[in-house]
């Protein structure tokens, strides 16, 4: 797979935009993309379109559709992960209540050769053996697509494995009220920016929206003085500064992710193959000896230190350079997250044909 260098940089922009800031953000993508994004805005109007998220475990898909609905408008577009709905799976079996609800909505939709009751079993004794099958990952995403009304779809984890590359594009008849595009939105990044990601993510627990401490953090980082340690405050304005936290696993690193890692690539190495698909190629990182004829400097990822300072009582941050060895062993930047998103923006209205 190709995936080209997107030039986000626009000759005579000399603005520098805070990509921290909510506000510095809303201006950075009506500057780099404000035709596409009004184009995308009227489209989402009445029609909608089903895009899979494509790429290895923390390559940032959550991200990149959460700020594409930040920057085209709240409402249109719904991010959902295949993941965090078997993690709500575990918990609604443990709750007879929510158990019996969730096996009555089964017998109307779940239609596959493993009985619903040994599929529940595998699921409370977490057993490995045992997978869940293709059919039920489907009923539990019509269950949930139901919930959003119309509006397009990011969905994040699925397909999971080979076979369900072709599943996926069933989901189009699951919805039933469309018959808007599939697009494949395929995510190229180093495994050493994975690592970073992994260690320093947080999680808003309200609202999802993933940041990381030390290469995207919120514009308010707080000091932990029992804790000794630094914590980020989720700038979304609906959730009132809540405490983002680390998610579970980020502390194993890449050793527990290799064969995930491994098949994430060949995932999206078939998907790159599939004809009929369109295909959107994000590309993380960039040459760091041509960088900045592809972005402007303040789009390249820099890392953050923090100091507390006792005597006046507030964190303060300090910014370097950083570089990386991407998957070729080329020295490279990597890219923050919004240009990414101004990089699906742009490619998504061309696939519409706005």
């Known amino acids: ?30 500057a780099k993309a404000g035709p596409e ?36 408008g709240q409402g249109k577009t719904v991010h959902f992960s295949v993941g965090d709905l078997i993690r709500q799976l575990d918990q609604e079996v443990r709750d007879p209540a929510k158990k019996e609800e969730l096996i009555t909505f089964l017998k109307k939709t779940y239609r596959g050769y493993l009985p619903i009751d040994e599929v529940i079993q595998a699921q409370l004794d977490r057993s490995t053996q045992t997978l869940l099958p293709n059919e039920f990952i ?9 919930k959003f009304g119309k509006k397009a779809l990011f969905i994040d984890g699925f397909p999971r494995n080979m076979d369900q590359v072709s599943y996926s594009l069933f989901f189009r008849e699951l919805v039933g009220y469309r018959d808007d595009p599939d697009v494949f939105i395929l995510i190229n990044i ?10 320093w ?3 808003c627990p309200v609202c999802q929206t993933s940041r990381n401490l030390k290469l995207f953090p919120t514009l308010a980082v707080g000091y932990d003085e029992k804790a000794k340690e630094f914590y980020l405050l989720c700038d979304n304005p609906s959730c009132q500064k809540v405490r983002m936290v680390a998610k579970e696993g980020a502390d194993l690193g890449l050793e527990g992710i290799k064969n995930r890692l491994v098949l994430d690539q060949d995932l999206m190495e078939k998907a790159f193959s599939l004809h009929g698909v369109p ?14 004829d592809f972005a402007d400097d303040y789009e390249i990822t820099p890392i953050y230190d923090f100091e507390w300072d006792k005597k ?24 923050l997250a919004p240009p990414v998103a101004v990089s699906l923006i742009k490619q998504l209205a061309q696939v519409l044909h706005l």
């Open 201 to 203: 993510r947080r999680v």
């Open 138 to 146: 489907l009923a539990l995403a019509k269950r949930e697509i139901a």
């Open 312 to 335: 006046s009582g507030r964190v303060v941050t300090k910014e370097k350079p950083w570089v990386v060895r991407d998957d070729a062993d080329i020295s490279s930047v990597s890219l």
């Open 37 to 72: 994004i009004e184009k995308l805005k009227k489209y989402l109007e009445h029609d909608t379109f089903i895009a899979y998220l494509l790429g290895k475990k923390g390559s940032g898909k959550g991200t990149y559709s959460k700020l594409f609905e930040e920057a085209v």
């Open 279 to 292: 295909k959107i190629l994000l590309r993380n990182s960039l040459p760091a000896d041509k960088a900045l």
């Open 1 to 30: 797979m190709d995936f080209p260098s997107f030039k986000t940089k626009i000759a005579g922009l000399t603005k520098k935009f805070n990509l921290n800031s909510p506000d510095g953000r809303k201006d950075y993508f009506l």
């Open 190 to 199: 180093p495994e050493n920016v994975i690592a970073e990601r992994m260690k």
